[in-house]
């Protein structure tokens, strides 16, 4: 990005709608043993994978998957990179417009 400009989409990571909570749990560095504690009641909100739980986050923010802040920050950082949650419907709009 040239200075003065805003990171485009294209600067985010990769995301993969379809990629598991357990491998992007794992490619967040979140603990295994903090996974299993989230799993369940991610599963209650239907949250299955990673665009699940972007689209979660869009409608009702990080706060409604009772993810501890720590947590939730290594996942926004691997799903969004520099985009906060906020971007969260922005950038599933994106995806979404480019299958």
Do not use: N
């Given at each position: 990005?040239?200075?003065?400009?805003?990171?485009?989409?294209?600067?985010?990571?990769?995301?993969?709608?379809?990629?598991?909570?357990?491998?992007?749990?794992?490619?967040?560095?979140?603990?295994?043993?903090?996974?299993?504690?989230?799993?369940?009641?991610?599963a209650e909100l239907g949250v299955g994978d990673a665009g699940d739980l972007l689209d979660e986050v869009a409608e009702k923010g990080i706060g409604s998957l009772s993810i501890h802040d720590r947590q939730a920050e290594k996942l926004r950082q691997a799903l969004l990179g520099r985009r906060g949650w906020g971007?969260?419907?922005?950038?599933?709009?994106?995806l979404s417009g480019l299958s």
């Amino acid at each position: 990005t040239r200075p003065g400009t805003k990171p485009s989409l294209a600067a985010s990571p990769a995301i993969d709608l379809g990629e598991p909570l357990a491998a992007l749990f794992k490619r967040a560095r979140v603990a295994d043993s903090l996974y299993r504690r989230y799993v369940g009641r991610l599963a209650e909100l239907g949250v299955g994978d990673a665009g699940d739980l972007l689209d979660e986050v869009a409608e009702k923010g990080i706060g409604s998957l009772s993810i501890h802040d720590r947590q939730a920050e290594k996942l926004r950082q691997a799903l969004l990179g520099r985009r906060g949650w906020g971007d969260a419907a922005a950038v599933l709009a994106s995806l979404s417009g480019l299958s």
